[in-house]
């Protein structure tokens, strides 16, 4: 009598137990499933903006926080259309001597939650803001892509080369976290247009950030689609002084990235790193020193005609140099929150909550 085999499985062919061979199979199984669901859904991993609450509808205007703006509306190539703050100093000849800072927020929330940062460097560095909700933030049209991404901040840059005032006045790129990439991204495709880049915070490339992020999909980093590859951007930057603003205690983006990220650059001007010890992924822009590190920045590389070598900046400064200035950012209304970070591994996208900013002041 002949006999058949209907297990035709290999697992089962491995002479395993009946139960422990299910159990491979289930979670083979399982396992590209969720392959499969992180490359079709990662979009919405990597750029949750409808977090916090909100996000979506309730977009806070410049004009809270006793700024002056106009509200343009940009169409990208792509026919999608932005929501944009273009705030600038009210005398023009100072708007046109002042730099003018292209913000590239991160990738939670909406450029409304990032104004009391737009109001330092407005009402007490003496710049030009521009800011930007990418597609599928705040009230900008579209879904969030790095594609989409890319055109988003080429259109908000091609307007700002066409405006009347802007485009006399030397262009800073700041991005924070995954704006950073956007930024390092747009410098690097568009460096005769910029005099500067100042980026915290920000990473090698997602691949390489995944594993830190989230370790369960570490063997999977090959079906992540969203690249933002700074670690080769970067290098293509090779006029432009880089100012690096890292966070030591950065619980997200392990700091060794921005650490990288400088070793790599390849610019044959100034890259100055200043690190904040006490800094998180979230917390990095109050610490002390921070604002302080910026407007050296502002004053030393892009506001100098004559632009020379001097030494890098470091956050830590001695206190007697120092004085502490608050912004207040009115108390009596709710704390204004600002968001940033990827979603770690148990989902939560990190946040805090601003009432006041300390601002380091030189004398």
Sequence with gaps: MSSFTFMTDPVFK???PNWLAYFLTFTGLAGVAASVLLYIYQCELIYPRTFPEGSRTDVAKPSDFDMKYTD???ITKDNVKLHTYIIILE???EAKAAPTILYFHANAGNMGHRLP????LYQKHRCNVVMLSYRGYGHSE???NEKGLRIDSQTLLDYVKS???LRHTRLVAYGQSIGGAVAIDLVARNEDAFSGLMIENTFLSLPKLIPSVMPMLRYVTFLCHQQWPSESSIRHIVKTPLLFLAGEKDELIPPSHMVALHDL???RASKDFCKFSQGMHNDTCMQPGYFSAIREYLDKRIRRDDIEETPFIDSKRSSSNQTIETVDLDSDSEPYELVSGLADEHGKTHSFEVEEL??????
């Design 265 to 267: 650059s390849e610019t």
């Design 14 to 16: 491995l002479g395993l």
């Design 117 to 120: 940062i737009a109001k330092v």
């Design 91 to 93: 005398n023009e000849e």
């Design 142 to 144: 579209g879904k969030p």
């Design 163 to 165: 405006h009347p005032i």
């Design 358 to 363: 300390e601002l380091d002041m030189e004398d």
């Design 72 to 74: 343009e509306t940009l």
